[in-house]
């Protein structure tokens, strides 16, 4: 079995995470890590990746908003507003199971000596192909009340 490369690296926890963050997300929502690390603004697909990126690693890694920020070229306040805007986002169940899983994922990444053996939502990660532009769409509008 290869090893992605990002697994292989040692870094200390906190980039390490970010890392791994960057790329699950990016693998959850088919979209280059190369857009989630932009330092433009990017179209709304993109845009709620990288809120969730932010989102993951401010709540499992435990990391504060400012850094958070500042690790994805945003401010403290960027930070707090993708964090919030995914807690409302929860809502959805769908989308709420991805995140259980992508945390899970994280989380066992980050720790795990081997954490390429422990992967036990990574068959759940397909769920995003659901969560793709119409269907967030369908969610803002929902949540909106349009639909």
Same mark, same amino acid.
């Given at each position: 079995?290869?090893?992605? %490369? ?6 200390? /926890?906190?980039? !390490? =995470?970010?890392?791994?963050? $960057? ?12 857009? $989630?690390?932009?330092? &433009?603004? !990017?179209? %709304?697909?993109? +845009?709620? %990746?990288?809120?969730? %990126?932010?989102? *993951?690693?401010?709540?499992?890694? =435990? @990391?504060? *908003?400012?850094?958070?920020?500042? +690790? ?5 306040? &960027?930070?707090?507003? +993708?964090?919030?805007? #995914?807690?409302?986002?929860? /809502? /959805? ?11 899970? &994922?994280?989380?066992? *990444? ?8 422990? $992967?036990?939502?990574?068959? /759940?990660?397909? *769920?995003?192909?659901?969560? =793709?532009?119409?269907? #967030? +769409?369908? @969610? ?6 349009? #639909?």
């Amino acid at each position: 079995m290869l090893v992605p %490369a990002v697994l292989r690296k040692k870094e200390n /926890d906190k980039k !390490r =995470g970010i890392r791994l963050s $960057l790329h699950l997300t990016a693998i959850a929502f088919s979209v280059p890590v190369s857009e $989630l690390e932009a330092s &433009t603004r !990017r179209k %709304a697909p993109v +845009a709620l %990746a990288r809120q969730v %990126a932010m989102y *993951l690693v401010h709540v499992t890694l =435990g @990391m504060n *908003l400012t850094h958070v920020g500042r +690790a994805f070229g945003r401010d403290r306040s &960027t930070a707090s507003h +993708a964090c919030q805007h #995914i807690e409302e986002l929860r /809502d /959805d169940l769908q989308f709420d199971r991805l995140l259980e899983c992508l945390e899970h &994922t994280l989380k066992t *990444l980050v720790t795990q000596p081997r954490p390429y053996m422990h $992967l036990r939502c990574a068959r /759940d990660l397909s *769920l995003a192909s659901s969560l =793709g532009g119409t269907r #967030i +769409a369908d @969610m803002r509008r929902a949540r909106e009340g349009s #639909i």
